[in-house]
T-cell receptor, first 113, second 116 residues
Framework: AQTVTQSQPEMSVQEAETVTLSCTYD???????LFWYKQPPSRQMILVIR??????QNATENRFSVNFQKAAKSFSLKISDSQLGDTAMYFC??????????FGTGTSLTVIP | DVKVTQSSRYLVKRTGEKVFLECVQDMDHENMFWYRQDPGLGLRLIYF???????EKGDIPEGYSVSREKKERFSLILESASTNQTSMYLC???????????????FGPGTRLTVL
């Protein structure tokens, strides 16, 4: 079975600074997909960034980028130039080729003005 | 834009009541999911469906059932609500295959259910 671990329940960062959220996963599959989702307070969960396991290049999406280490089964999210609107719960997720999703327990990020 | 809607944002029910949570998506997605979200536990999959009238148990199906009579609609049913089912319930949908660069799960706004 796949498991996703987020070891940081809470984090904070000063506005305009950079923060990295960690995620590790466990799987025996070779082809899969990884995601970071953002859930702002009292708002809908939305996709931040997606990475295909067969791609070596790390995905980037504006201020958001990932550090994907397949051998280490690590998938961290880096947020650059943090903004107040980045305050949210962040979930790391794994999807196998059978379309089954597995989520971590989340990291609550607070951006401090 | 993909839209996933849930019938209620907040719901209060009494122990023993039958509860229906409805989810509708407008993107013709094959796959639909029901999760419950609890602090410190993340999202846990209750049930999912790959097609009309098809359902599969997730990690925590006990006390729940589902119905998918139409492709766009996926209902979660609590046959006899209990206080330990007080939680946030999230519905999600995704297209089959999941290999396109834009494929992801799209989530509804959630229903916060309180069972008294």
């Amino acid at each position: 079975a796949q498991t996703v671990t987020q070891s940081q329940p809470e984090m904070s960062v000063q506005e305009a600074e950079t923060v990295t959220l960690s995620c590790t996963y466990d799987t025996s599959e070779s082809n899969y997909y990884l995601f970071w989702y953002k859930q702002p307070p009292s708002r809908q969960m939305i996709l931040v960034i997606r990475q295909e396991a067969y791609k070596q290049q790390n995905a980037t999406e504006n201020r958001f980028s990932v550090n994907f280490q397949k051998a280490a089964k690590s998938f961290s999210l880096k947020i650059s130039d943090s903004q107040l609107g980045d305050t949210a719960m962040y979930f790391c997720a794994f999807m196998n080729t059978g379309n089954q999703f597995y989520f971590g327990t989340g990291t609550s990020l607070t951006v401090i003005p | 834009d993909v839209k996933v809607t849930q019938s209620s944002r907040y719901l209060v029910k009494r122990t023993g009541e039958k509860v229906f949570l409805e989810c509708v998506q407008d993107m013709d997605h094959e796959n639909m999911f029901w999760y419950r979200q609890d602090p410190g536990l993340g999202l846990r999959l209750i049930y999912f469906s790959y097609d009309v009238k098809m359902k599969e148990k997730g990690d925590i199906p006990e006390g729940y059932s589902v119905s998918r009579e139409k492709k766009e609609r996926f209902s979660l049913i609590l046959e006899s609500a209990s206080t330990n089912q007080t939680s946030m319930y999230l519905c999600a949908s995704t297209t089959a295959g999941g290999t396109a660069s834009t494929d992801t799960q799209y989530f509804g706004p959630g229903t916060r259910l309180t069972v008294l």
